[in-house]
Nanobody, 118 residues
Framework: QVQLMESGGGLVQAGGSLRLSCAAS????????MGWYRQAPGKQRELVAR???????NYADSVKGRFTISRDNAKNTVDLQMNSLNPADTADYYC????????????WGQGTQVTVSS
């Protein structure tokens, strides 16, 4: 059974940075498309970034140039480095496994909260 565990969320001031990490068990992430999504209060869950098993990357326009998704095959983790954060980035962030470069898979983590203060 595939399980995902997110960590690294918290409170940060606008302009600051956070690094989220998603630890996977029950799957080898180097062979799996992985992604990060977020859901702000009252809004639908949206794509932040995805990385395919081949290493191709897809970013939402709103985070391009600020966020970086990466994979650590030795640790079996997928990280999201978030720089130049602004209050609009405030949301619960979820890790996702499976799918493709553009489509989510069926496995989700429980999420980690990111709050950016102005």
């Amino acid at each position: 059974q595939v399980q995902l565990m997110e960590s690294g969320g918290g409170l940060v001031q606008a302009g600051g940075s956070l690094r989220l990490s998603c630890a996977a068990s029950g799957t080898i992430i180097s062979r799996t498309a992985m992604g990060w999504y977020r859901q702000a209060p009252g809004k639908q869950r949206e794509l932040v970034a995805r990385i395919s098993s081949r290493g191709n990357i897809n970013y939402a326009d709103s985070v391009k140039g600020r966020f970086t998704i990466s994979r650590d095959n030795a640790k079996n983790t997928v990280d999201l480095q978030m720089n130049s954060l602004n209050p609009a980035d405030t949301a619960d962030y979820y890790c996702n496994a499976g799918g493709s470069l553009y489509n989510a898979g069926g496995v989700w983590g429980q999420g980690t909260q990111v709050t950016v203060s102005s």
